[in-house]
Each structure stands twice: as C-alpha cells, then as structure tokens.
C-alpha cells in the first residue's frame, strides 16, 4: 500500500519509500485443514488484498539441487542425481494425490546423511516416508522400490 503504517508499542511507523514488503504464506493465504501446517487459518480477504502479488515457489532447478545436495552433504553428483529420480518420481505423485506433500530438498539432504550409517532402506524410511503422512506411504514404498538401486548407492558412496 503506498501509504502503509502501523502501530506498535503507541508509536506509528511508515514504510520508507523503496521499501518492499514480502510475507511467506506455506498455504497461499488459504489457510490448512490437514494438520501438515499447524497453526494456519485462512487469512482474511482484506488482509490478503493489501499483498499485491502472491507467487507460489516450485522447486530448484534439477542441476542446481544437485549441486545444493553435493555442497551440503560431499556425495557425488552421480548419487544425488540418481536419488532424485525417486524424488521426482515422489513429486510428481503428489499431483495425483498418491503422496500428500512432496518431499523437500531437506529431506534429500536428510536421506544422503543417513547413508552414511544406515542400509538405503532404512534411511529412505526414515527421511523421506516418515516426513509423510500415512496415506503416502504405500505410493513412497512403490517409488523406492522403482528408483531407488542400493547396490547403486553403496558403489556412489
């Protein structure tokens, strides 16, 4: 708004011309039945009006998230790349509404870490399916089986 102000503590406070404003909203403004993000509520129509653009944000580029992967966890190229083959397998299932959230580039993180000193199974259920809910889990059991080789990632370790 080009004349916003608010209060606080008695005092009102305007915002400086160039000044953006940005909000981050996980339920674009629409609030969440689910549970998945406690807490949230619809918000008000007049609140949500005084944001002048509402942009959902998608996933990284595949090459960029390879690289994040690589940077955080020193995996090879090769093992992040063939584990988010799962991963956009995973993704894209959530369009069909076979898996409820897809799983983050976190998540990947997570699941590398855990091969350090876990089997592939057993680390892909710990931080990728347990993040889910447990109506996800038979379709994040048919990804593994489908795109995840553990002979593969042992010999990418």
Not at 14 to 35: E, K, Q, W, Y
Not at 91 to 105: C, E, N, Q, W, Y
């Amino acid at each position: 708004e080009p004349f916003a102000a608010v209060t606080i503590g008695g005092s009102v406070w305007r915002r400086a011309p160039g000044v953006l404003i940005f909000a981050a909203d996980n339920t674009l403004t629409n609030g969440d039945a689910s549970g998945r993000y406690a807490g949230t509520r619809q918000m008000n129509s007049a609140f949500a009006d005084r944001f002048a653009r509402i942009v959902a944000f998608d996933f990284l580029p595949r090459s960029v998230e390879v690289q994040a992967i690589t940077q955080h966890t020193g995996c090879r190229p090769e093992l992040a790349d063939h584990i988010l083959d799962a991963i956009s397998m995973a993704r894209a299932k959530v369009s069909t509404g076979d898996i409820i959230d897809a799983p983050s580039l976190r998540s990947v993180i997570a699941f590398v870490r855990a091969l350090e000193i876990m089997d592939t199974r057993d680390a892909w259920n710990c931080t990728i399916a347990a993040r889910q809910p447990q109506e996800s889990a038979l379709a994040l059991q048919g990804v593994f089986e489908a795109c995840i080789n553990p002979s593969t990632i042992d010999a990418l370790l």
